[in-house]
Structures are given as structure tokens and as C-alpha cells.
């Protein structure tokens, strides 16, 4: 069912969770989620993805030189690691007592922020 309002997914990390990475080059690593873009289903996690840029000298940089930053990974590729034991798990929304849908843990029942 499409939603009415905001067409913005919801997505099972947020910015500021720590994640375990899934599959690639960095599978089995931990980080922390530093941007989403939610859009194209996809996240900057610290130090995972390093990708190298080549940059050319200019009026306004004038070192140039290579730079290391942090590429984008599939949000598929990322499981949340839960704050209190640590251990990654699972995520599912049901309703606080407020009233309002918030993520809890499979794993242990809980809710997670």
C-alpha cells in the first residue's frame, strides 16, 4: 500500500545506528551510519567503502592530490546492531504507547530508541 503523504520509505536503519556490513569487501565489519539517502537505498557508514579520488590541482585547492572518502553501500547489505547487547538483529515496528509505530528487536522484544 502506497502512501499518501510523505512518499519517503521507511527504512530499518537511521542515521546514527551502528550497523553490521553484510556483503562486500567489508563484510563483517561495524559501523556507524553517517548519512541516508533514501531515495536510491543507500548509506555512508564510517570507514566502510573506502574509495579513492583523484583530485586535480586548482585556483581553489592547489594541493590537489588523492583523497579517501567513504562510498555509498546498499541498504540491503546492512543489519542493525542492537545498543544494549551489541549483537545484530532484526527490525519490525509495532505501535508505543503513544500511539506512534517505533522499532523494536526481534531478537529480544525491545524497543530500540
Known amino acids: 500500500m502506497e502512501r499518501k503523504f510523505n512518499?519517503?520509505?521507511k527504512l530499518h536503519v537511521r542515521k546514527g545506528d551502528t550497523v553490521l556490513i553484510l556483503?562486500?569487501?567489508d563484510k563483517g565489519k561495524e559501523g556507524k551510519v553517517l548519512e541516508i539517502f533514501a531515495?536510491?537505498?543507500r548509506a555512508i557508514v564510517e570507514g566502510i567503502n573506502i574509495i579513492t579520488k583523484h583530485q586535480k590541482p586548482s585556483a581553489g585547492k592547489p594541493e590537489g592530490g588523492i583523497k579517501k572518502t567513504e562510498g555509498?553501500?546498499?541498504i540491503s547489505n546492512l543489519k542493525l546492531v542492537?545498543?544494549?547487547t551489541g549483537k545484530p538483529t532484526r527490525t519490525g515496528r509495532k505501535l508505543n504507547e503513544k500511539g506512534k509505530l517505533?522499532?523494536?528487536s526481534k531478537k529480544t522484544?525491545?524497543?530500540i530508541k
Open 7 to 9: 512518499k519517503q520509505p
Open 23 to 25: 556483503a562486500g569487501d
Open 39 to 41: 531515495e536510491k537505498n
Open 72 to 74: 555509498t553501500i546498499h
Open 82 to 84: 542492537e545498543p544494549s
Open 102 to 104: 517505533q522499532r523494536y
Open 109 to 111: 522484544g525491545e524497543l
